[in-house]
């Protein structure tokens, strides 16, 4: 392994801790309030439906096997099949985002509000706000590495599995986030 592949690992190392740390707060601090919580959701809230989260989980689990699918094309040499699938992974977590902007539309035409809601809401908008900020994070890696990507540079393969690691990071977070937010 060269030197420079090993500090870039090093790095996605360290990127994905910090994440991991971030969201085992925000979902300890969740637990901490929803096994407190009498009602759930509480009185006079309405509770946020299943049908877009779920439509957020479908669209982030293809978005994640595309990216899958940039690497193992990467691997054996095949640029335009990775630049494909990397062209859907985009196109995929793109749809993530829209949907998540038509869940906070939902949520606010239900009358789950950030502040007038209580801590409910703004539990629902800060986990999904949050989690967002990484996706746009990491559709714009992903259009970095759709940039470099280039037969013959060494990099590539290390990039791309970097990228696909954060890519799955957040795919398993909002995995979790859908069964402890909305399902639960």
């Keep these: 392994m060269r030197k420079t592949d090993l500090q870039n690992n090093l790095a996605t190392m360290v990127v994905l801790l910090s994440g991991s740390m971030l969201f085992a707060t925000l979902f300890m601090g969740y637990a901490v309030y929803r096994t407190s919580a009498t009602y759930w959701p509480p009185l006079g809230i309405p509770k946020v439906g299943l049908l877009i989260p779920f439509l957020s989980t479908i669209v982030i689990v293809i978005s994640s096997w595309f990216a899958y699918q940039v690497r ?7 640029l335009d099949k990775a630049h494909f699938h990397l062209n859907w992974t985009l196109f995929f977590g793109s749809a993530f985002l829209l949907v ?3 869940l906070w539309f ?15 809401g703004s539990v629902l908008y800060g986990f999904t706000w949050i989690h967002a900020v990484h996706m746009v994070l990491g559709l714009g890696a992903l259009i970095f590495l759709k940039l470099v990507l280039k037969v013959g540079n060494p990099n ?3 990039r791309t599995i970097n990228i696909e ?4 990071f957040l795919g398993v977070i909002w995995i979790i986030m859908f069964l402890t937010l909305f399902v639960l």
């Design 106 to 120: 939902h949520m606010k035409n239900t009358g789950v509000f950030v502040g007038t809601s209580g801590i409910f």
């Design 156 to 158: 590539n393969l290390q």
């Design 100 to 102: 998540q902007s038509y």
């Design 72 to 78: 193992t094309h990467m691997k054996v040499g095949n």
């Design 165 to 168: 690691k954060f890519w799955h």
